[in-house]
């Protein structure tokens, strides 16, 4: 970019008076006509990914591209203040980590100088608007585009066709610049034609609940499949003709978990439909695709019925079920037992349907998990078989975040607080942010970052007011759980701590009790009635608490509504405490316990996911752990536990959960917090009673708050645990995360480019 001219043409823009939506147009169209596409070298990796949770990305993008500084002062001497693009909402096509690890790996593909390109679907609505009425969850369309969309450039010229059994649909694709190093693509695919055409964009996630569901989301998946494939096949003809031999050469493909693995019985297709031998065909496939695993539960392992696949790409049922002899073939020769072929099989006959994680092992050259702990399970439990007979398939890459959004961004005044004692550096390269270790005592550090903290909750509190009219006054211990509303996630068990820290401060158990804050942000799926329940359970809840004056302020919380990335700004920057409390095996990771450990957040946390490797990283010294580890939580599903004992022998715990049926709280004659409690003491007719053990690790959650809480009174050393944090955070740079799949995977190099 020459940003010379940039700033010169914006001097002259005519603004003055335009409204948020027409700021964010004409600032954003003047600085797309100043990018430059970088050219693809001959060897690229593609990222197919359902979700992108980009988030907003006007800020991001004049900070990658070195004007942002620039374009406030200059607009400011205009009259016009950019604050006023909070207006503009997310872009929100993803629903959590899967989709917001995706943006921040194309953050990083571009700033560190890979080729790195991703293929999406650019879906018309986003996951849905969040709002609650009377304290349930309420859903409405997340029209994103409303505002506009001057960061995308629509390629009209380069659209595809894509054919089902029943209907054929065209992929527009639309390109949007990721700036750094080099100007990749993300490509956007939308669908359209036929109105059942254009429903396979039109939203991300559909209810699967149906048949008419599940065919949607089936068809979404191969739609964003074979638009990928077909343009990788475009680009690579346009070189070579009908000579495929180097196109493993060229091209690297990375699944980002299993909704794109259609792409691998399509590109099969698509060279045996050139005249490409079906083995040569599938040795070019494992040559190209690698996969990540994002979870180990059973739910999230997409199987497709057989019939719905004959019924709508019969082509690719017909390749799978080819697939699935040679593997079983394969597997025999290479000593499986008939045990292990059946759990390994792409295709099971006892329930008539299609693995797409065994499909994404069987074809990749390498499978990552996305922790240390998540990657273990993975090669010993999930996919044992294939790690017992192929062990040099599996690698660990644990996951990453964006620093330049997640600190640089999110928190100006804690970066330029770090730019002040170690320089900038660390901008570029995050691990240089252990230089700060030294200044970790430092009195007068301590007492920068704690006013960097107390601004950014006032910042926080005030966006709170704004966008949920609840106020917040004095000084907070401020507790954070927000990400995607789960079981296993524990916003439940969460709950009820809250519930009893509410009784216990009401008895004046907790003398000297530091007033505290929780903020909990999440969406539950639609169709997730316990989740929401859940949700509707946590509101009754901080109903009671923020409505009783006799705490005086010393217990408050707040469900903040449509969390996205926007919000997730904000809260990392201003919080104390990241609660990370899954039930340990399940998490597969995490990155939200990234982005507040490199705000300085302490975590509160089981050993799970990627807690391990911050803990490791900062010293559990400087954080508070608690609960059963992976080992004790599988003993206990074996047999043994039994969480109505447990609540038989802690009445305090059991007047809590007796709040699900006791009428304390209402759930509006649903019945929902009924269903809760059975759940949790008789089970249901899939699990178990507690099938998360909450009741298991409850007593220890409930003493770490505290311990959180009794630390906080000390401020100097409660500071240090928080500036530890921030200086052992380098490690969990997307940079780093990137670099490690670019050496050890897709063997592609960075290349700076300096057009902008």
Known sequence: MDKKLFLQQLEALPIEGLDAAGLYREISALAVKHIAFSEKPKRCAHYLSIEFLIGRVFFNNLLELGVLREVKTLLRKKGVDLARLEEIEDAALGNGGLGRLA??????????????????????????????????????????????????????????????????????????PLIGKRVNTLRLYQAEGSAAAEAISGVLYPDDSTEEGRLLRIRQEYFLSAAAIGDMVRAYEARHGQDYRQFAKENTVQLNDTHPVFAIPELIRVLMERGVAYRAALKTAQA?????????????????????????????????????????????????????????????????????????????????????????????????????????????????????????????????????????????????????????QDGETAAAFDAVKQKKKAQLFDYIV??????????????????????????????????RLYYDLKEGKLPDFAPS???????????????????????????????????????QGVFVTEYNVTYAEKIVAAADVSLQVSTAGLEASGTGNMKFMMNGAVTLGTMDGANIEIVEQAGMENNYIFG??????????????????????????????????????SDGGTGCFQELYTSLTA?????????????????????????????????????????ACVAASGFFSSDRSVSEYAEHIWHIRPKADKRK
């Open 628 to 665: 059963a580890r992976v080992e004790e939580i599988e003993a206990l599903r074996k047999g043994g536990y039994d969480p109505n004992a447990f609540l038989q022998a802690n009445p305090a715990w059991k007047r809590v959960v007796e709040t699900l049926r006791d009428g304390t709280f």
């Open 517 to 555: 804050l929780f903020v909990f942000g999440a969406k539950a799926a639609p169709g997730y009635a316990r989740a929401k329940a859940i949700i509707k359970y946590i509101n009754e809840i901080l109903k009671t608490i923020n409505r009783d004056v006799s705490l005086g302020g010393a217990l």
């Open 288 to 440: 190209v695709f690698h996969y990540t695993n994002h979870t180990i539960l059973p739910e999230a392992l997409e199987c497709w019925e057989k019939r719905l696949l004959q019924k709508i790409l019969p082509s690719i049922a017909e390749i799978l079920l080819k697939m699935n002899a040679t593997q079983r073939q394969r597997h025999r020769k290479e000593g499986y037992t008939e045990a292990e072929i059946e759990a390994a099989g792409i295709y099971s006959r006892a329930r008539d349907a299609f693995s797409m994680a065994n499909t994404a092992v069987f074809s990749s050259g390498i499978v990552n998990g996305v922790a240390k702990l998540h990657s273990e399970i993975i090669r010993r439990d999930l996919f044992a078989a294939e790690a017992a007979h192929h062990p040099e398939k599996f690698f660990n890459v644990t996951n990453g975040i964006a620093q330049r959004r997640w600190l640089e961004l999110a928190n100006s005044e804690l970066a330029e607080l770090i730019d002040h004692k170690i320089g900038r550096a660390w901008r570029a390269s995050p691990a240089a942010l252990c230089e700060l270790k030294p200044f970790v």
């Open 103 to 176: 943006a921040c790996y194309m953050d990083s593909g571009a700033a560190c100088g890979f080729p790195l390109y991703g293929y999406g679907i650019r879906y018309r609505y986003g996951l849905f608007r969040q709002t609650f009425e009377d304290g349930f969850q309420r859903e409405a369309p997340d029209d994103w585009q409303r505002f506009g969309d001057p960061w995308s450039i629509r390629r009209e010229d380069e659209a595809q066709t894509i054919r089902f059994a029943d209907m054929t649909v065209t992929a527009v694709p639309y390109d949007m």
């Open 683 to 723: 089970g249901a007719s899939w699990h178990k009673p507690d099938h998360y053990f909450i009741f298991r690790d409850i007593e220890e959650y409930y003493q770490a708050i505290l311990r959180v809480n009794r630390d906080f009174c000390d401020r100097a050393r409660f500071t240090q645990k928080q500036l």
């Open 466 to 499: 704004r966008t949920e009219g609840v106020r917040f006054t004095g000084e907070k211990l401020v507790y954070a759980q927000v990400k995607r509303l789960h079981e296993y996630k524990r916003q439940l068990m969460t709950a009820f701590a809250l519930l």
